[in-house]
């Protein structure tokens, strides 16, 4: 009997992990399709049905990060200028006819969007941190109107406000700055953050940082020393889900940005050359656009996974 049972036990193992692995293959498929389409020669990428098999090209890599324009007919290169280009202008001419102008508009998008997607999480966590702590641990009139308030800054879609926050920052002269996407990417990710980060501070033991003052710790000093070690599983939560946020976000970077403080997101499906969408730099674009929000996220999963679950301390 016990042995049916293990038997038994060991199928329904195997069964729940051909689930997960199908499961996480359908989840996939779309991250791997832009990664194919990303590597695709010029002359394959629009062929129909799809090619799976193809020699794959890091041309859409180079396409991305410059900017290009047409030999005239007349004008095209003889075999010995073609011998004389660099590697990577031979590579782009064998596959598209193009000549490299100059360096694309991509480095200046990607690093717009690193700035402004980090410094509106800082900013949201530093404030977020303390709101939660004082939500949490201070008797304040009307907390549970205040923390519904909070909360429903989040009920409506943010494109809702779109054109209302489109006036006022005109009004203020906030179009395409940085300062502008970041106060607004803080102020939209602000009330999950505090929301989630006073869950996890409530879970911390308040008997603690009582202990520590009847030592002569100050307040500041017991949060500082007490309560944020204790709660980083919840800051660093917090954080992964306030960045992957700013990043992705679209609507606002699109009609607030034109090009000083362009996003990568408000700029990349705007890929359309002299011969048309390049699909295969779109792609290539996209997957370079991910591997930040991969490695953040990376970089904090073992916080991430206890923190989604709010695994934290507990009485």
């Known amino acids: 009997m016990a042995a049916v049972n293990k038997r038994r036990v060991s199928i329904g193992r195997i069964i729940v992990i051909i689930l997960i692995c199908v499961i996480t293959f359908v989840y996939l498929v779309p991250f791997l399709f832009v990664i194919d389409t990303s590597l695709k020669p010029w002359n394959v990428i629009k062929d129909w049905p799809p090619k799976i098999i193809f020699k794959p090209t890091i041309a859409p890599y180079i396409r991305i990060f410059t900017a290009r324009t047409v030999y005239p007919a007349n004008n095209k290169p003889t075999e010995a200028e073609i011998a004389k280009m660099k590697w990577y202008e031979k590579l782009t001419y064998k596959e598209s006819g193009e000549q490299i102008v100059r360096v694309g508009d991509l480095p200046k998008r990607y690093l717009n969007s690193l700035i402004i997607t980090l410094a509106s999480v800082a900013l949201t966590i530093i404030m977020a941190t303390f709101a939660a702590y004082g939500f949490s641990r201070f008797k304040i009139r009307g907390k549970d109107d205040l923390m519904f308030f909070i909360l429903s800054t989040r009920m409506l879609p943010p494109v809702i406000v779109l054109i209302p926050v489109f006036l006022m920052f005109r009004k203020l002269a906030l179009t395409d700055t940085h300062i502008g996407l970041i106060l607004l990417y803080t102020a939209f990710n602000l009330s999950f953050a505090v929301w989630v980060l006073k869950g996890f501070i409530d879970e ?39 960045f992957i946020f700013a990043w992705n976000e679209y609507a606002f970077a699109f009609i607030l940005t034109k090009s000083i403080a362009q996003t990568v997101p408000a700029w990349l499906p705007y890929q359309m ?43």
């Open 204 to 242: 911390i033991p308040i008997e603690y940082e009582e202990a520590a003052m009847v030592d002569g710790y100050t307040r500041f000093q017991v949060f500082r020393k007490i309560v944020v070690p204790q709660a980083m599983t919840g800051i660093a939560a917090t954080a992964v889900f306030c």
């Open 273 to 315: 050359g002299v011969l048309g969408y390049d699909w295969g730099a779109a792609a290539a674009g996209s997957v370079l656009f991910i591997i930040p929000a991969l490695i953040f996220t990376i970089f904090l999963r073992k916080n991430l996974v206890r923190g989604i679950t709010f695994g934290a301390i507990r009485k």
